[in-house]
T-cell receptor, first 111, second 115 residues
Framework: KNEVEQSPQNLTAQEGEFITINCSYS?????LHWLQQHPGGGIVSLFM???GKKKHGRLIATINIQEKHSSLHITASHPRDSAVYIC?????????????FGTGTRLTIIP | NAGVMQNPRHLVRRRGQEARLRCSPM?????VYWYRQLPEEGLKFMVY????????ESGMPKERFSAEFPKEGPSILRIQQVVRGDSAAYFC?????????????FGPGTRLTVL
């Protein structure tokens, strides 16, 4: 079982729809990262959150530490939101941190 | 403040050659992470470095791969005697402190193709 699991793997939606991407993890963490990988391959950090909710523009990320679950929401989706969305958690080994990644959710927004 | 820089962006090598990938972290960042993304696969941690120190190299293959982050200059990921299976996108990321409490900023990646 992967330590970080995302669902769905692929998501196609019409422009304007409300999008939800889920991430579950099996280890205790102090923070979770949401990343966006563009079709060209570049990676952008969207959020890092350790509790509650964060909002940036049309993007909202929530996390429930007790349930080991996070969601990324996109309101009023647009074709330019088409990308792979990746959640990642830092796993510590002897105090050293390294990110472990989910397999990503490929989002396609159709005009 | 420039972001994380990686060069080259694309690198083509023949089997048996050496590949050197460079990463310049954001100004003020002393923590560098290298990740590899194999074709159609997710990102995988390779190595975590601070200036002049390798902190965690548990994700790096034991042979042919090495990494350094000298006091001056960029971090270097070096792959000796490349094989076709090394073809991948290699990303580095930097943070001002460790990953637990700090956002990581990613570079654009180096796409390595081994012929």
């Amino acid at each position: 079982k992967n330590e970080v699991e995302q669902s769905p793997q692929n998501l196609t939606a019409q422009e304007g729809e409300f999008i939800t991407i889920n991430c579950s993890y099996s280890v205790g963490i102090s923070a979770l990262h949401w990343l966006q990988q563009h079709p060209g391959g570049g990676i952008v950090s969207l959020f890092m959150l350790s509790s509650g909710k964060k909002k940036h523009g049309r993007l909202i990320a929530t996390i429930n530490i007790q349930e080991k679950h996070s969601s990324l929401h996109i309101t009023a989706s647009h074709p330019r939101d088409s990308a792979v969305y990746i959640c990642a958690v830092p796993l510590t080994t002897f105090g050293n941190e390294k990110l472990t990644f989910g397999t990503g959710t490929r989002l396609t927004i159709i005009p | 403040n420039a972001g994380v820089m990686q060069n080259p962006r694309h690198l083509v090598r023949r089997r048996g050659q050496e590949a050197r990938l460079r990463c310049s972290p954001m100004k003020g960042h002393s923590h560098v992470y290298w990740y590899r993304q194999l074709p159609e696969e997710g990102l995988k941690f390779m190595v975590y470095l601070q200036k002049e120190n390798i902190i965690d190299e548990s994700g790096m293959p034991k042979e042919r791969f090495s990494a350094e982050f000298p006091k001056e200059g960029p971090s270097i990921l070096r792959i000796q005697q490349v094989v076709r299976g090394d073809s991948a996108a290699y990303f580095c990321a930097s943070s001002p402190q460790g990953a637990i409490y700090n956002e990581q900023f990613f570079g654009p990646g180096t796409r390595l193709t081994v012929l």
